[in-house]
């Protein structure tokens, strides 16, 4: 806890960036939520026949689980894409239901007698909404506002996987790395918010509870009452202000100086492609260009954002490329994997793809150190021996990938004790380590192969297809920007497996800074010079 | 504009009026109702719940409009009305008083004058008259949220409001319905009183005869959206139409059952 503390203290600044992004996301969904729900919630309570197929929709787009519905936005154009836009939209959508309905019973709860009366006494349609349905509803509107607002900031979590940034980015990180600080980092504050927002807004909700309206607080109240709006406003206004002037840090892509060469390099959401993604950005930078980082995109959301032309280079590796994208059976042979990707990404996407960055990144069938020992276990085949009596537990990615878990069991004939547990990669790391599984597939050039002692055992029939490191830049920015070329002429061949096992573990391990690590390594390989 | 003098005379007339609820126009609320409401009178609808009592009161404020016939306000058809004009210048009160609950007494009282623009001193001056005028002390209530009312202040903040922007004509559904006998009897007498003062049109929708023989200057009695029988309180008394003659029957009924309660009580 003392750790975290620490990690807290030397870390604030960077926390309260996320802080800011994640309160950002959230006021302007909740703000784009509240303009659009009430007035359509309004609306539904003037015409009946409406309610039920709206109420339905909105019921039904906050059942899509989130990761699916940013997965769903990103390739649909102007709205979708990854970064703030499509979180924003994806929260607005989650945040709607609860505020329409909410001011739809609101509305529809109010005392016919009172609303008969307002009509009697020669109010206008208009009067009666202001002056006496939304106030008398306001208190249940407030609670679909907080409500939403409370869903909000949780489903903000997953924005990262988009690039939207947030407290998310430190919440997958630190699945990733293995590192509690991180998962704190991000849990702590988003939590913090969560339950102010509760609060502040339950208090609102109270204010505006007609039964609890006193004759001689009327002064009072009007005083708390113009705070109660004044703080929250003035809070989000500031925000506002401030993210705009601090620029397009995170705004939706537009160059904005046309003076220098802007690139946006992407990365996976694995600690060693945020690594390479900031090698490949550092030394740009040096080289006088703008970077934007849209780092940890999840999934295949690297490769479509490449393609669309919203990322414009990011680390990838042959044999998945080959395998995942041109959807081919895996073949053993480097060189052959490396030609047909590179002349297929060429072909059809326009993409180069950069000389081999000099390692690759296999699959690497990992058990514990000492059950390797106990039971001399050297190979995959060994292994089969002894996986009747063992869990296994793989990433989503190895069990439904084409030269993943069906085939693999296939080559070696591997049955355990029950079918294999499907989670998170960086969670079978920890699953591992901790004796919950027995043997999992992560990646050979893992720091955490030797930070928690882990065995890799050889794939002595080579089922794997060889997963080299490139990195696949859009060749219409390579013409654009001549440095980026340079870049990947001077990554040819310049990291050795051992170098980026270290790398990896000066991060995953020592819990370092990613920025820090790629730094050293840059100029310890003498990059940084022209 | 155009019609007869002696249309120009009364303040209310129903003609030919029927009304039948969208969609179910075979079974008419109000049937062929003809009715004459005079300048300063006060007419009592009397009958039973479902009579179409209510219904008639809210065809003169345009709440509603006749599905064949015309009701005149002033000798204009309500339909020819701005809606929103008509009811300003027609003080309305209902059973529950229909009081905005987020409102104070005061803001309550002077809603239609703030519609209406009037200067907030001319507001707030009329608030203070009303309010002492429905036995109110301003200082006490003006502050006040309707919950933090008795039934019967919040009926007499509800006639208030109703006379804020000084109607000619007033329209009562049951004001005093909700309330407990004492209170009730209280407030019919002093609305009575009130009503001399006033010289207002009233119409007056009640269930309780003694209500509306208190009341009245003229009393209709209504049945299944007729009136069948129209009359003053004298009249009334006298008539041997036998739906009236059941209605006093109530009275005496309570008064017959009263011995035997009072012999088995000792």
């Known amino acids: 806890m003392s750790d975290a503390w620490e990690f807290f203290r030397s870390n604030w600044a960077d926390i309260l960036v996320h802080v800011e992004q994640h309160l950002w996301l959230v006021l302007v969904s909740i703000t784009i939520a509240v303009l659009i729900g009430v007035p359509v919630g309004v609306l539904l309570t003037r015409y009946k026949s409406l309610r039920g197929p709206v109420l339905g929709l909105a019921n039904i787009m906050q059942t899509v689980p989130s990761l699916a519905l940013f997965g769903l936005l990103i390739p649909i154009p102007f709205i979708g894409g990854i970064g703030r836009s499509t979180a924003i939209i994806a929260l607005v959508v989650y945040a709607l239901l609860p505020v329409i309905r909410n001011t739809v019973t609101g509305i529809l709860g109010v005392d016919s007698s009172v609303r008969e009366a307002a009509v009697a006494m020669g109010m206008t349609n208009g009067q009666i909404l202001r002056q006496v349905e939304l106030p008398l509803a306001m208190s249940v509107i407030l609670t679909g506002i907080r409500v939403a607002t409370v869903i909000t900031i949780g489903v903000a979590i997953i924005a990262a996987a988009v690039g939207a940034g947030g407290l998310g980015e430190y919440i997958f990180r630190g699945l990733r790395q293995f590192d509690n600080r991180l998962l704190l980092a991000g849990a702590v504050p988003s939590a913090l918010f969560a339950l102010f927002a509760d609060f502040a807004l339950g208090l609102l909700e109270k204010r505006f509870d007609v039964r609890r309206r006193r004759s001689g607080e009327k002064r009072r109240r009007h005083l708390l009452l113009r705070l109660a709006w004044a703080v929250p406003l003035a809070l989000g206004l500031a925000l506002v202000v401030y993210g705009a002037w601090r620029g397009a840090g995170f705004s939706t892509g537009e160059p904005q100086s046309e003076t220098r060469e802007r690139v946006r390099v992407g990365s996976k959401d694995f600690t060693e492609s945020v690594l390479l993604g900031e090698i490949v950005a550092q030394m740009l930078e040096a080289r006088g260009i703008e970077v934007e980082r849209r780092f940890e995109l999840g999934g295949n959301l690297a490769h479509q954002a490449l393609t669309s032309g919203q990322i414009d280079c990011y680390p990838e590796y042959t044999g998945t490329s080959f395998v995942e994208i041109f959807k081919h059976e895996p073949i053993t042979d480097p060189g052959a994997v490396y030609a047909e990707v590179q002349h297929e990404y060429a072909a059809k996407f326009n993409i180069e793809t950069s000389p081999p960055l000099g390692y690759s990144n296999d699959f690497a069938i990992l058990v514990r150190g000492d059950d390797a020992r106990r039971l001399n276990l050297k190979t995959i085949s060994d292994a089969a021996r002894v996986a009747p009596r063992w869990r296994a537990g793989f990433g989503q990615d190895f069990m439904s990938r084409a030269d993943g878990y069906a085939g693999f069991a296939r080559a070696y004939g591997l049955r355990f004790r029950e079918p294999p547990r499907e989670m998170d990669l960086s969670l079978t790391y920890r699953a591992l380590a901790s004796n919950q599984v027995d043997l999992i597939a992560g990646n050979s050039t893992d720091g955490l192969i030797a930070a928690l002692d882990l065995f890799q055992l050889e794939d002595d029939r080579r089922y794997f297809p060889p997963y080299e490191a490139v990195i696949l830049a859009r060749r219409d920015t390579m013409a654009r920007v001549p440095a980026l070329m340079e870049v990947l002429k001077r990554l040819s061949n310049a990291i050795k497996t051992a170098d980026m096992r270290r790398l990896n573990y000066e991060v995953d391990g020592k819990r370092r800074d990613r920025k820090e690590v790629a730094r050293e390594w840059i100029e310890k390989a003498a990059m940084s010079d022209k | ?266």
């Open chain 2, 1 to 266: 504009m155009s019609n007869t003098p002696d249309q120009d005379k009364a303040h209310v007339a129903f003609q030919g009026v029927t009304y039948s609820v969208p969609g179910h126009a075979d079974a008419p609320v109000i049937r062929d109702l003809n009715l004459r409401v005079e300048r300063g009178e006060t007419l009592v609808l009397l009958g039973e719940s479902g009579c179409g009592k209510t219904t008639t009161l809210k065809l003169v404020n345009r709440l509603l409009l006749p599905s064949s016939g015309e009701v005149l306000v002033e000798g204009r058809a309500t339909s020819r009305w701005d809606a929103i004009r008509l009811r300003r210048r027609t003080g309305y009160v209902i059973q529950e008083g229909g009081l905005f609950p987020h409102f104070t007494v005061e803001r309550n009282v002077a809603l239609v004058p703030e519609l209406e623009k009037w200067e907030e001193d001319r507001t707030r001056a009329r608030v203070r008259e009303l309010l002492m005028l429905v036995g109110l002390n301003p200082e006490t209530f003006a502050h006040r949220y309707p919950h933090e009312l008795s039934g019967g202040q919040r009926q007499r903040v509800g006639v208030a409001r109703a006379l804020a922007a000084e109607p000619s004509l007033l329209l009562l559904d049951e004001p005093f319905g909700a309330l407990d006998p004492l209170t009730r009897a209280a407030l019919q007498q002093e609305f009575a009183e009130l009503s001399l003062r006033l010289k207002k049109t009233v119409l007056f929708v009640t269930h309780d005869l003694r209500e509306a023989l208190l009341l009245g200057t003229r009393i209709a009695l209504m049945q299944a959206g007729k009136i069948i029988l129209l009359e003053t309180p004298e009249g009334f008394l006298k008539s041997d139409e036998p739906y009236a003659q059941a209605y006093l029957e109530t009275l005496r009924v309570t008064e017959r059952e009263r011995t035997p309660l009072t012999w088995r009580d000792q």
